[in-house]
């Protein structure tokens, strides 16, 4: 039976001294508003240029509209404490923003596979290209990406919030993240603990060892690709999606697969900061600096709206 005696959950945050708060909040404010506009550009870029209307953007237009919904998770609640002598949060609004985040982070996981999965078919198999990746299989890669990560999350959610909960409420973070409340819990969490780190490694390695087979296919054929010229262009559509990649799982590995250590616990916060803050407002500027049609889409655009 739960035996839940607490309604709202206090968050540590990164300080208790109100000037690095409010420097913080200086900091982080731009850095949300730029993230969410890059991003709302991006999707609109590619939803009113009809030559961006291809499988490859139609994925990078879903990922765009993640990453404005991942940020928006954590990073509004953030400022407010920030600013706010109240740092609480409800227990039901806390279910509610931990629901949301691993499952926006769970399905970003599999859209990157999905993403490896259409630049593997492009290179590896191009003459049947438009028949294999085709409108309706972009849909359901995109769509089976949402639908795992909301499953995945609800049994995750309900797991951590179905335990007692009976103080202390602080909790050693700035949102509502499954380890620090795991913590918090009065019964020995161990077996949920051993659990989230089963469940972790399987929803971070499974779709990453598609990744990693779709780019070993990949770079094994670029190597037979005679033209340097051609050997560029097939590297030039797969860096900026590898580097996303390679950001997130790498995060994504330490804060959730590694096991912790003295040290690692204190460096969560950061991770965090990392995965759930930068690493959004890094992907606009990945897939846009190093992409010319994108780039050329934006500047057409901007052309458009002057008129």
């Not at 540590?12 to 730029?34: E, H, N, R, V």
């Not at 499953?151 to 959610?157: A, P």
């Not at 003295?262 to 959004?280: E, R």
């Amino acid at each position: 039976m739960n035996q839940t005696s607490v309604k709202e959950f206090v968050f540590l945050g990164f300080s208790s001294d109100p000037k690095i708060q409010q420097l913080l909040f200086a900091l982080f404010l731009p850095i949300y508003l730029g993230t969410v506009l890059g991003n709302i550009l991006i999707s609109l870029v590619i939803t009113v240029d009809h030559a961006l209307h291809t499988p490859m953007y139609f994925f990078l237009r879903n990922l765009s509209l993640l990453e404005i919904c991942y940020i928006t998770v954590t990073v509004p609640k953030m400022l407010w404490t920030l600013l706010s002598s109240t740092k609480r949060i409800y227990f039901f609004s806390c279910g509610v923003q931990m629901y949301s985040f691993v499952t926006l982070g769970t399905s970003e996981c599999f859209l990157l596979a999905a993403m490896a999965f259409d630049r593997y078919v492009a290179i590896c198999d191009p003459l049947h290209y438009t028949t294999v990746i085709t409108k309706r299989v972009c849909t359901q890669l995109s769509a089976g990406a949402v639908v795992v990560g909301g499953v995945y999350s609800l049994g995750q959610t309900t797991v951590t919030f179905t335990l007692p909960y009976c103080g202390p409420n602080t909790i050693n973070h700035f949102f509502c993240d499954v380890l620090p409340l795991l913590k918090l819990a009065c019964t020995d969490t161990r077996g949920n603990m051993i659990a989230t780190y089963a469940a972790g490694v399987l929803i971070v390695i499974a779709p990453f060892l598609l990744i990693a087979t779709s780019y070993l296919k990949i770079l094994s054929a670029i190597l037979r690709i005679h033209s340097a010229t051609g050997r560029h262009k097939a590297f030039s559509t797969c860096g900026s999606h590898l580097l996303s990649v390679t950001l997130f799982y790498g995060t994504g590995t330490f804060a959730y697969v590694l096991p912790k250590s003295g040290c690692w616990l204190q460096s969560d916060k950061l991770l965090a900061l990392f995965y759930a803050v930068m690493l959004p407002m890094l992907n606009p500027m990945i897939y846009s600096l190093r992409n010319k049609e994108v780039k050329g889409a934006v500047r057409k655009l901007l052309i458009k709206s002057k008129y």
